[in-house]
């Protein structure tokens, strides 16, 4: 894929005849067609077997990105090129039609996607098996559970034997379970030699799934390469973000500064004894619960801590011994928040405050397709006999 | 594998590169436009490889259809009876409509066949994309299949209604006479004007939605234009306005084609006669054109489909 650009007609407005002949008017006296640009010059060259995770926020492109790719769509400008068969699951039950029984519809999205009748037959038991759907198979799928649908979806999908794999959010839909399974079978595909791209929200399964990754804001590649760094990028951009949207208090709590450092002062280090340092502004005095919350990328804590105190007017500094602290080598987000404890109201909200860097050993990269929650370090012994 | 970086940007050790957005363009280059022409001879060559679509398209649109009806398929041999009893009923009274020595059943039931392929393809495959985004977002084989489907299912029903035309012939004691072997003829040339016409529309009814309203309008209206109930040769003299006892095949063969058709089928397998072979050439030349034009159009705008739809 080479400097593709893509656009989308921006005026689309009402389909009336009037709005119509005033926009073949506005045409005819040479004024331009307004566009919305969804891919700027997007570049991405994958080897077969390769596998990259698309990341960015809704809206960004990443799944008009996978509709080029796989030749639904037509891109405005550049060339795409791409060799073997191609496999899309841009959506779970996309192709699976409700009237027919499962077995009809499985023949059916094979031969679409250019597979024999014989070819299809050879898989159709570890689709079924895969999918759990046995004793459902000649049932009509809109008799289905929604949960037997996605998992029909992925199955077909996910065992045709595709040269290119391409997958967009699906993951999101089904139990922790299914999940799981999904991304061994992804994983499996993969180690087969399909080449998989893989748009998801859900960061953790990009570093699972993806060895790179390409993030898209509005339109435009901001960073592309290894997995791991490309999605440090992003995670400091979504706190950035985070922290611009959280709603300011005027006549409550202000942070002026937060500083985490090792006890003994330097760097915070894995495992070892860190202080954080808030320096608060307030003009009443009162009596408050602080709770402070430590993230990395997501708006979601690694962990929380919390304890009542009174405060006084004025500025003054909180500190906070976090005893062997638990996260790797690592940049992170502290968040703050302080609440009344007899109406529960917020004298601070529940936002980011600040970031700072840990220092130690780095994060342990989990086997292919194995989902890491948070980062958490553990200091462990091997012993073998 | 390799993410390779066409802009200017920051590379950091580890092979990360990040790109700043404000140096983009506000467009691409000129010349770095997608262009989409595909000649229509590989477009074909493209559609053939990858036939079994369309047949897995027309078999589970005819499964759907039929499984949630008692009958099944049975209504696909009874809706055509149903027509022609209706026809036979009123029509057969009017005598300018009557050929010497053939029942006008049959008469009627040849037109109405011929007539029943063409708007029912038409019908359905002129609707055939705009009814199945879901798949057209997701697959990626050649967007024709979808209305080709439809045509091929219209010919499994059109196949189907052969069943009540045998009995019918059988209970008047009609046998079909040799001239029937001509029949592959006029066949193709059905085919091509259905395909032009139902291709043409189908992209066009993507970007035109009121089209889909226009398209009911035209198949109920070509049911009296088009002779099904009525004999070609009434066209042979035409007095009206300044016109007397003008010949208007002609013109009429080239703007439909399924006039000389039609009539042809009349001609061969109930008369024993031979087509009208210069109508039936101009119906020839004209099916081909509506093909290449329908579907030259069908492949401009297919670009389209998936952003629109």
Redesign the interface.
Known sequence: MENVWKRFRADRGKPRLNDQLAKIGGRLRGKEREWRWVLKDVNLDVEPGGTVGLIGINGSGKSTLLKVISHTMYQTAGRCETFGRIGALLEVKGGIHPLLSGRENIYMYGTILGLTRKQIAARFDAIVEFAEVSEAIDRQVKYYSSGMQVRLGFAIASHLDVDILLIDEVLAVGDANFQQKCLRRISEVVAEGTTLLFVSHDLAAVEATCDQALWLTEAVVRAAGPTGEVLAQYRGSIEENAALVAPADEKGMRVLKVEVTGLGGGPATSAHDAQARLVLSTPDAGRAEFVIGISQGTAMPIFVIRHEMSYPAGDFELRCTLQSLPVPRGHYSMWLASIDPRDRRPHHAWQPVGSFDVFGPGTVRPPQGVLVLSPVYVEASWDLS | ???????VGGT?P??????D?ST?PD???PG???K?RVPLLTAIRRVFA?R??I???A??DV??SY??AALGMGWALLSPVIQILLFTLIFSKVKAFHVNGVPYALYAYVGLMCWSYFSGAFSSGGSSIIGSI????????PRECFPLAQMLEQSLYTFISLIPLGILMAYLGFLPHIQVLYAPLFIVIELMFAAGLTLGFSSLVVYV??LSQVSSIITSLGLFATPVIWPFGKLSSVTWGPLHHADMRPYYSFFNPLGPVIDSFRRTFLQGLSPDWPLLGIAAVSAFLYFIIGYSLFKRLE??F??IS
């Open positions: 594998m390799v993410i390779e970086a066409g802009d950091k580890g092979g990360l590169r990040l790109f957005p983009l467009s691409p280059p770095s436009f997608y989409h990858r079994e679509v047949f897995a398209l078999e589970r499964r759907a499984k949630q879901a798949l057209l977002n997701k697959t990626q084989f939605r009121d670009v389209g998936a952003d």
